[in-house]
Every structure is written in C-alpha cells, then in structure tokens.
C-alpha cells in the first residue's frame, strides 16, 4: 500500500473505498460460508427458535 498526503483527497477517499470494498466482500464470504447450507426462504430466527426434535417441554 502506497502512503499518500493528507491533502490528496481524492487518493485517500479511494483508498477509504477500496478498504470498505475489500471488507465487505470478506463479510459476504463469511456470510455463505456460515448460512450457505441454510435454504433462502427459512429465516436464522425461526432456526433458533425450533426445537430439536425429541426434546423433552421444558420444566415451568
């Protein structure tokens, strides 16, 4: 990476951009990579709030 002065404005926006870019792209491939498997339609709360099957009610 290449160090820039703090009055070139446009490099260092560039760069700010570049930096979102590169993170958002590392997100969206830890995103699949964790809820890949997961069908498009069923939400991650629903998933978390069905029981695993055989559980026995919980004791009130």
């Known amino acids: 990476m290449t160090t820039t002065s703090p009055n070139d404005v446009v490099a260092n926006a560039l760069a700010e951009v570049a930096k979102a870019r590169a993170w958002r792209e590392r997100a969206e491939a830890e995103r699949r990579r964790t809820f890949g498997a ?3 339609r069923q939400s991650v709360y629903v998933l978390a709030r069905r029981k695993p099957e055989g559980s026995e009610p ?3």
Request: aromatic share 0%.
């Open 38 to 40: 997961i069908p498009t």
């Open 58 to 60: 919980s004791k009130q």
